[in-house]
Every structure is written in structure tokens, then in C-alpha cells.
């Protein structure tokens, strides 16, 4: 990754210390397990304005126990993004708050960057006790739960109070909208990529991996990468699989991931009898080794924002086939830089798949525009340039002007948060 990095520095209380003179944002978020897709955003964003006058570290509400969030913290440290634990042992858990407000005034928050209901409820909770900006970014609710109303809810009270929001798709900007979020207190920014670091090379990683999964060379691998849950539609894609296996067409399914369908999909791996063919590969952190081993990337999901995974295909030059959730229609042209499909329809999906694997003419067409359309529209470094100008709005900070010379009025709140804004 060639970009500009701090040096992380961890104090004697084991927190990262912040280079002098800089701006603060806190990244918040609540995370159980190794995360998901807006982690790698959320971490990689700090080296990515590390030449600039902000400093941006995460502060993670997680359960005290989750070995998952060593994994974090280990990809934190090699990106050098400073990520600090929170332990949070659920909603009536007091000291989460105290310990946020603890961080707030040990770094002198400038900026609270929330990442979910939780957190962007924590900051507004927060804000009459310590002045600071409250910036959130909407990812969505993918997974439904009993308490995904509470989720919404809890977005319709918060949001409309925030100095700005940031959507990674149209429909999440629309629906912010539909929230009472002021349309120039609102902005659509898409997810995006690092594409200097996915890249595809030629890898050794590519024959050794297809070698430890006792892969043929001359089959097709047919990857997919997402938590093990319902919304994913891994049962879909499992389905389209063992058609084209009975069909006699030479592939393999491999499915990245950890979640609680894995003993539903083990189940139906083993009734439609094609175990030695579609493979559940647990939780992988070398995503890029498995990009490159990949011939065929495919995304069956219900719900998502705008899926980081695809975004990683398309740069490693995978070429692509997906469902039209959310933001991807809009970002994928069918046949030019991948293939889509009606949500839900198994029938749709297989014949998207069947037609991938049968003409290798397509699949270095999408791969090539693929990889074109992210180095135009979804680099990384652009993303955080708009971001950063998110961050000089809402502190006031005209261009080639002095930090912090200016604070801009944000929208009023209720009660004692309207006071708190003055």
C-alpha cells in the first residue's frame, strides 16, 4: 500500500498516542467477530489522510470475550491505524458510555465519525458533555434481526441531528432523506477500494492455495466472500452450483466466511451430494491470495449497501456476477463490467453463472472493465478526498485557510443538544 502512513505510537496506557497539532476524529462502531465490510474502510482510512491535518483513530464497542476482534486488531496494526478496545457487554452497559466520553476528552475529539445506530446514539448522547462534531456514515442494516426496528428507530431520532451523514449507496441516500437529514447536511459517497492494493499479480499464492484445496488447474473456481448469514443468499448460490455440477461443467464453489447459517448450508451441501465440489472455507484474512485464485466472483445477496467484496473482485480483475442489491446496479453496466441478477432467483442466477463459465471471452471482458471501472469511479484515495472535505465543512475550514479558524452551525437539536450546538 504506497501511501502516506503515520507512525503509530502506543502511550504507557496502551492507548495510541496523537501526533501533536492534529485534528482528532474517532472513528465509532459496535463489531462482534472479525467485523465485516466497512472495518477495511474504517481502518484503512486513517493511513490514507496521514499527510493531512487530521489524525483518525477507531474506538471499537465490542463483547469482552470475542476473540474476533484480535483479528481486527492485528489488520489494524499492519495497516499502522491506531484501533482501540472498547469493551461493551450490551445496552444497559453504563461504562461504554463513560469510557467514550474518557476517549473524547483524553484526544480532544474534533470529530465523532459514528458507523451504526449505536454509535451515532452514543455521540448524540455524548455531545452535551463534550463539544464536538458528529459526522456518520449510513451503511445499512443487512441483517434483519427482532431488533432491526429498534435500528431504525433509533436512525430516525439520531440522524437529523447530525452535522452531516454520509450514504455508500442511492437508496440509503434516499431513505437519509426520508429521515428528515437536511439534503446539504447529507452526501452519497460509494464505498471504495484501494486498488494499489488489490491488484492482481502473478502470485504464487494463486497455485499454492488451488494446490491446498486439491483444486484441478483446468477447473473454474467460483468464489464468494460474506458472513455465513441468511441475507447473503449462500443457499442460492449453493443451488446454482450443484445444477451446473449435474450439468457437467468443470467448477468449484469456494465460500469465505464465518456466521450462524454455516450448519444450515453444511446441510445443504451434503443433501444435494456435492461436498468434494463446493467448499466452506471458514473465516480467510488473505483475501487477496483468494481473489487471485478465483476465475468467477459471485454475489447472491438479499441485502447490502454496496458490497466492499465486489469492489475487491473488480479490482483483482474477477470478473463478476450479482444480484441487483441496493447500490450495485448502479455501479455494474450488465455485460460490459459484470453480470446481474433478479434478488432471490435461483433460476436467474444459475444461467448468469452457466453463462460465465461457458464463454472465457466474457470472462476477460468483465474482468478488464471491471478493473477499469474502479480505477476510474471507486479509488480509494478519491473517496477519502471527499471525505476530508466532509471534515473541513463541518469544522469550518475553508480551503488554505488556518484550522479551526471557523465552526459552522449544525443543525439544531432538541432540548438540552440544541444548547450543547450553540
Request: hydrophobic share 40%; with cysteine.
Amino acid at each position: 500500500m504506497d501511501i502516506p502512513s503515520d507512525h503509530l505510537v502506543m502511550g504507557e496506557d496502551g492507548l495510541p498516542v496523537a501526533p501533536e497539532g492534529r485534528d482528532v476524529v474517532l472513528h465509532t462502531r459496535v463489531v462482534t467477530e472479525q467485523g465485516g465490510g466497512p472495518d477495511k474502510t474504517i481502518l484503512l482510512s486513517s493511513p490514507f489522510l496521514a499527510d493531512t491535518n487530521y489524525w483518525l483513530a477507531a474506538a471499537y464497542m465490542h463483547p469482552p470475550e470475542d476473540k474476533g476482534f484480535d483479528v481486527l486488531q492485528q489488520r489494524a496494526t499492519s495497516w499502522n491505524s491506531p484501533l482501540i478496545s472498547v469493551p461493551d457487554r450490551g445496552p444497559f452497559d453504563r461504562k461504554v458510555l463513560s469510557r467514550m466520553l474518557q476517549l473524547c476528552k483524553k484526544y480532544q475529539v474534533k470529530i465523532w465519525h459514528g458507523h451504526d445506530y449505536k454509535s451515532n446514539l452514543v455521540g448524540l448522547l455524548l455531545r452535551p458533555f463534550y463539544k464536538m462534531k458528529l459526522v456518520t456514515t449510513v451503511h445499512g442494516w443487512v441483517k434483519h434481526t427482532f431488533k432491526t426496528p429498534l435500528y431504525y428507530a433509533v436512525d430516525r431520532w439520531t440522524l437529523p441531528w447530525y452535522h452531516h451523514v454520509i450514504c455508500v449507496s442511492e437508496d440509503l441516500h434516499e431513505r437519509a432523506l426520508k429521515l428528515s437529514v437536511s439534503p446539504e447536511n447529507c452526501t452519497l459517497i460509494h464505498n471504495a477500494i484501494d486498488e494499489t492494493m488489490f491488484a492482481r499479480q502473478h502470485a504464487p499464492a494463486e497455485a499454492a492455495l488451488r494446490k491446498q484445496m486439491n483444486t484441478p488447474a483446468d477447473r473454474l473456481v467460483i468464489g464468494a466472500v460474506g458472513r455465513l448469514s441468511a441475507e447473503k443468499g449462500f443457499n442460492l448460490l449453493i443451488q446454482a452450483a450443484a445444477r451446473l455440477i449435474g450439468e457437467g461443467h468443470n467448477i468449484e464453489l469456494w465460500i469465505a466466511g464465518d456466521g450462524d447459517a454455516k450448519p444450515d448450508l453444511e446441510k445443504l451441501i451434503a443433501q444435494l451430494g456435492v461436498g468434494d465440489r463446493v467448499k466452506l472455507l471458514g473465516f480467510v484474512s488473505d483475501t487477496i491470495g483468494l481473489y487471485h485464485a478465483m476465475d468467477l466472483f459471485c454475489l447472491s445477496s438479499l441485502r447490502e449497501g454496496l458490497p466492499n467484496v465486489v469492489l475487491e473482485a473488480m479490482s483483482m480483475g474477477v470478473p463478476v456476477v450479482s444480484t441487483k442489491v441496493a447500490g450495485v446496479p448502479k455501479m455494474i453496466t450488465e455485460g460490459e463490467n459484470g453480470l446481474l441478477v433478479e434478488i432471490g432467483n435461483v433460476d436467474l442466477l444459475t444461467d448468469a453463472v452457466r453463462s460465465a463459465v461457458r464463454d472465457a471471452g466474457l470472462r476477460q471482458h468483465l474482468s478488464l472493465h471491471g478493473r477499469a471501472l474502479i480505477e476510474k469511479e471507486y479509488s480509494f484515495t478519491r473517496r477519502m478526498a471527499k471525505v476530508k472535505g466532509i471534515y473541513d465543512r463541518v469544522l469550518g475550514i475553508e480551503e488554505h485557510a488556518p484550522r479551526g479558524t471557523q465552526e459552522t452551525t449544525g443543525p439544531k437539536a432538541p432540548g438540552t443538544l440544541e444548547a450543547a450546538k450553540a
